[in-house]
């Protein structure tokens, strides 16, 4: 098979310097991608015909290797901390010679002109430079994809250049490793190197969105999934990696608007992608039909083992990461909206992994409480979703992706709480952790009730239901819910030990005290009497 005719002007790429005279490999269809990719033996389909790679040293994100250009125009408007951590724009420009000198001396590179933003009047247009073809895959799969016709006039906004194999020296280009993912703001362009690990591309362009949509668009930006009902009741869900966001916004009974990023303006909710990248450990197609079945042809399926003498792949395995992913385009899911726009959202779930065992599995909140648990973000990061974690560890993000957000928490939690408060929202916690003792004692709470738990209160079965306050986070706790047991509504009485019980959920409501005096400064006294009472 030989490149789709598709044809780029070079000069376009000579003016970042470039070299024209080699080959490009531009716009190539998914088929093409994964063809070069076998040839080049850097990968293998699997007995549904998707291609399964490897990404190397790094088969998740690196949050203390992300940087972002301090100059003029982010000096005093990036919340810069542990995140947002500052690079001079000297290296930002040393690293960029190198990494396209880099490219330079490579026969072969690929390039692909996309977008973000599914509403066109916040479209991002964007053109992804990769070194290997599986990448540019992702680039396919995860962007939103314009017709042949706009390629003619289409111009890039942002670039991101991305190789692999190119290594920084933290000696001399103020990196803290060899691998870096480096946003510019005033170049508007993202540099990756020294990692293949596939979601840098899609979290950096989520990053400069989350920078540039409050600010200059007064668009809500959104670490979340979200779907609509038939009645065009739309639903978004919170929550970080591990949490459920993908699993629980893919329901065959609603329309999947999208499953990680969204904005929200003053009329509608719009994905920012063109894809899905679904975590697959455990994946079975019980529990998730519509994401065990986007596993095919043009899907790129990274770090998963095949079980003993097949090419089938092993869901339960560990062996490399439990960061297994999958990406595939958002129309893989047969109930997708086209395009991915939906109205006002009824309601929000707060998604969260307790591996205390603290948290009921569904709890409704007030406005203040909703506001305060936006802003502390608390869940457990899962195993393999980033460097150097191997176990659930309970955390604080806040507004559920602090990595991701280059502005401060409060921005975004201020424009959250007027949009609740405007279109009178529904607002929910879910724990989709642990029951009946902590991680290592309890068990994980199980899917299809949490599924039914999520299903009542968008029916709004919930809405008669006898409810009692949580004596230590005040949340409402449903006594009864359609298909789910009535003991273990209350988490308390899930633990055998309740005086132990008593202590672990103190415990975790001093973590929230302690982790919110950094927020406590500016915050209505609303958010601040919805913290947990000792």
Not at 368 to 382: D, P, R
Request: hydrophobic share 40%; aromatic share 10%; with cysteine.
């Amino acid at each position: 098979m030989t490149d789709s005719t598709m044809m780029i002007d070079r000069t376009t790429l000579k003016a970042i310097g470039l070299d024209t005279d080699k080959q490009v490999h531009y716009q190539l269809t998914p088929e093409e991608l994964t063809e070069q990719t076998l040839i080049r033996d850097q990968g293998t389909l699997n007995d549904t015909g998707a291609l399964c790679i490897n990404t190397g040293e790094f088969t998740g994100r690196s949050p203390l290797d992300k940087f972002i250009v301090k100059d003029s125009i982010t000096a005093d408007t990036v919340h810069w901390n542990n995140f947002n951590i500052a690079i001079e724009e000297k290296y930002f420009l040393q690293l960029r010679d190198k990494l396209v000198n880099y490219l330079n001396s490579k026969d072969e590179i690929w390039v692909r002109d996309a977008y973000a933003c599914a509403d066109p009047a916040h479209r991002l247009n964007i053109r992804v430079i990769n070194e290997h073809p599986w990448s540019n895959l992702f680039a396919y799969n995860m962007f939103l994809r314009p017709a042949d016709a706009e390629l003619e006039t289409m111009q890039p906004e942002w670039h991101i250049i991305q190789a692999p194999g190119f290594k920084a020296d933290p000696a001399v280009d103020g990196t803290r490793q060899h691998n870096f993912a480096v946003v510019s703001f005033t170049h508007k362009t993202i540099l990756i190197g020294g990692t293949g690990y596939t979601g840098e591309m899609k979290k950096g362009i989520f990053t400069i969105l989350n920078y540039i949509l409050p600010q200059q668009r007064n668009v809500l930006s959104m670490h979340c999934s979200a779907n609509m009902g038939e009645a065009g009741d739309v639903a978004i869900f919170f929550g970080l990696s591990g949490t459920g966001k993908t699993t629980l916004s893919a329901d065959p009974g609603r329309k999947l608007i999208g499953d990680d990023e969204h904005g929200w303006t003053a009329n509608s909710v719009f994905n920012f992608e063109g894809g899905c990248y679904a975590k697959t450990i455990d994946l079975s197609e019980e529990k998730e039909p519509e994401i065990y079945h986007a596993i095919r042809s043009g899907a790129l399926v990274e770090n998963i083992t095949f079980e003993a003498g097949t090419n089938r792949i092993d869901f339960a395995s560990k062996a490399i990461t439990e960061n297994t992913r999958v990406s595939y385009p958002l129309h893989y899911i047969s109930n997708a909206m086209e395009p991915s726009i939906g109205g006002l959202p009824k309601n929000i779930f707060f998604l969260t992994c307790d591996a205390y065992g603290v948290l009921p599995p569904i709890s409704k909140l007030t406005p203040g409480q909703a506001m305060y648990q936006f802003i502390s973000g608390y869940t457990a990061k899962v195993a393999g979703t980033e460097a150097g974690v191997t176990e659930p560890k309970s955390t604080f993000s806040a507004c559920f992706g602090a990595p991701f957000l280059p502005l401060h928490p409060g921005k975004y939690a201020e424009m959250l709480g007027n949009k609740m408060r405007e279109h009178a929202v529904n607002v929910w916690m879910i724990n989709t952790g642990w029951s009946g003792g902590s991680y290592g004692t309890g068990s994980r709470m199980k899917l299809s009730y949490t599924r039914a738990m999520i299903t009542a209160a968008l029916n709004g079965k919930l809405d008669a239901v006898a409810y009692e306050a949580h004596p230590v986070f005040g949340m409402l706790v449903p006594q009864s819910c359609d298909g789910v047991p009535a003991e273990i509504l209350n988490p308390r009485n899930t633990w055998a030990d309740q005086e132990a019980y008593d202590a672990k959920a103190r415990d975790l409501a001093q973590q929230f005290i302690s982790n919110f005096t950094k927020y406590e400064a500016g915050v209505s006294d609303e958010i601040k009497m919805a913290a947990p009472k000792i």
